[in-house]
């Protein structure tokens, strides 16, 4: 099996083919061109499967060499996992009902960037959501690793959704989805907040990281 990560670009997508694959990858230029892409293996349980990350897009109308090279490469795909950064659902939702109507292969939703939808005020219905676009939505964070596992085993749940019969144009589907599904609340930052944004964000996470540890050797040590 061929699965195709596609998104715009600056949405995790990287880092969620980093939790999918591990050190398996390989970097290669697309035959007769400069453009660069990675692939790797990934092995979870039963299944095995090609993962490829292909350079970010915001539509599948190519303007550009880099592009072209990610729609051919999802031509190729037996399934495409559609990386969305879930605080700009709005902007993202264009190439996913974009791959929707324009190609027949079976689509898996990764609504990456969870963490941040609570830190903005963003509360996002899932479940109507997936009913909306008519295949499984998963809500990731490729930061922390929250919802990969989950991804991963709706991989076999992916589908052609209905959607792409309507003739609604996408602007308006995406208004009404976005506005069925999506809630903004005025939200603070509370202390836990910032101190998971610390924890899980270089410099400071590798000093938190190794005070837990110290902390942690202390208490065995001496308590």
């Not at 009913?131 to 922390?144: K, N, Q, S």
Request: with cysteine; hydrophobic share 45%; net charge positive.
């Amino acid at each position: 099996m061929k699965i195709v990560l596609a998104g715009n670009p600056n949405v995790g997508k990287s880092v969620i083919f980093s939790r999918l694959t591990g050190a398996r990858v390989i970097a290669a230029n697309y035959p007769g061109t400069t453009v660069a892409f990675t692939k790797g293996l990934m092995k979870f349980s039963s299944l095995q499967a090609e993962v490829i990350d292909i350079p970010g897009i915001y539509s599948l109308e190519a303007t550009s060499g880099a592009e072209k090279v990610a729609v051919e490469l999802l031509k190729q795909a037996d399934l495409i996992v559609n990386v969305i950064d879930a605080t700009s659902l709005e902007r993202n939702l264009y190439l996913t009902l974009e791959l929707i109507k324009k190609s027949d292969k079976p689509l898996l939703v990764a609504l990456n960037m969870w963490d941040e939808t609570k830190h903005k005020g963003i509360e996002i219905n899932i479940a109507k959501l997936s009913d909306f676009l008519g295949v499984p939505v998963v809500a990731t964070c490729g930061l922390t690793a929250e919802g990969i596992k989950d991804l991963v085993s709706k991989i076999n749940q992916a589908t052609v959704s209905p959607l792409k019969k309507t003739s609604k144009s996408i602007w308006a589907q995406i208004g009404e989805i976005v506005s069925a599904s999506q809630k903004l609340t005025h939200r603070h930052h509370t202390f836990l907040d910032r101190l998971q944004d610390l924890s899980t964000r270089p410099p400071l996470a590798f000093f938190i990281a190794a005070l837990v540890i110290l902390l942690s050797f202390m208490v065995v040590r001496f308590i």
